[in-house]
């Protein structure tokens, strides 16, 4: 797809990516015995989410031998379940959403455990919410100017998008979901949340760092104003769910974590990742504190 992509204008390299998409998952029968699923917890489109990670994949794919198959779930509940049905064998999920796909239930044997941890130009803690607002909003200026507006969340178990902004408002006294009309992105996705300020749908939005600079070509983005910033996380696990055979994960995680840096980069993950380095469960306590702070059960 990427030798393609010079040759195509912009209109049609959307379709064909539309129709790449659609043939990934819509490839019949059974998986065959060296066959393994990836999934992107749904942050970006369909279109969008696989021409970042095709590439990446098809990397993988040559140095290990072993055929990738893209699921895309249609919101984070989707994405929990197919990674606790087993159906997701790798998946790139934010903090939140991997502190409860890594904890295991009485009831269940399938589970995942993160094997690396995203880096950017700014470290594995570049990760952190923000409040946006239209810049020409004459009735919020500040903060503290929300309490009582209509505002859009990314959904209510998005890290960035939600609950880390939630934390951060209860310490400046506000209860996001008692002082404000919220309304959740349909699919939780970003973009959706930076329109519906745009367009004055909504007075403020809730979304993750990353988010505008990959929205520059669609709108003017120097009609967003960022309210505030919360404290920054752990960035986005890459997790392997547990039953897989050692030999086949252990060759597929050495495969991620040599991952060419220029090409991650080009991938355009949200955040500016650029690489990916070793990581285990516990580096995300920092999150599970917050999860607690706000009283969310994982």
């Not at 959403?97 to 044997?109: H, L, P, V």
């Not at 520059?216 to 910033?229: C, F, G, M, N, Y």
């Not at 080009?266 to 955040?271: M, Q, T």
């Not at 500016?272 to 702070?293: C, H, M, Q, W, Y």
Request: with cysteine; hydrophobic share 45%.
């Amino acid at each position: 797809m990427s030798k393609i992509a010079a040759f195509l204008p912009g209109r049609a390299l959307a379709v064909c990516l539309v129709l790449a998409v659609y043939a990934e998952v819509s490839a019949p029968g059974a998986r065959a015995a060296e066959e393994l699923t990836f999934a992107m917890l749904p942050q970006l489109t369909n279109v969008l989410t696989f021409s970042a990670w095709r590439p990446l994949l098809d990397r993988v794919e040559k140095e290990t031998g072993i055929k990738f198959t893209m699921v895309f779930p249609k919101d984070f509940a989707e994405h929990m379940k197919l990674c606790r049905e087993g159906k997701v064998d790798f998946a790139y999920s934010n903090p939140v959403i991997y502190a409860q796909i890594s904890t295991r239930k009485k009831s269940e044997e399938i589970f995942h455990e993160v094997f690396a941890l995203a880096m950017t130009p700014k470290g594995t803690d570049d990760f952190y919410g923000l409040f946006i607002s239209r810049a020409d909003d004459p009735g919020i200026k500040t903060f503290a100017d929300i309490k009582g507006k209509k505002g859009w969340i990314v959904g209510k178990t998005s890290a960035a998008g939600f609950i880390f902004q939630n934390a951060y408002a209860m310490d400046k006294k506000i209860d996001l979901l008692k002082d404000c009309a919220l309304t959740e992105s349909p699919g939780n996705k970003q973009e959706k949340v930076v329109m519906a300020v745009y367009n004055r749908e909504a007075d403020f939005g809730t979304i993750r760092n990353g988010i505008l600079e990959i929205m520059t070509d669609r709108i003017d983005t120097s009609q967003i104003r960022i309210l505030a910033q919360t404290p920054r996380y752990p960035a986005w696990p890459l997790s392997a769910r547990t039953g897989l055979k050692p030999e086949t994960a252990k060759k597929v995680k050495e495969a991620f974590l040599r991952l060419p840096k220029e090409l991650v980069s080009a991938a355009n993950l949200p955040g500016g990742v650029e690489t990916f380095i070793p990581s285990k469960n516990a580096d995300f306590d920092p999150v599970r504190k917050v999860l607690d702070k706000v009283k969310f059960k994982y």
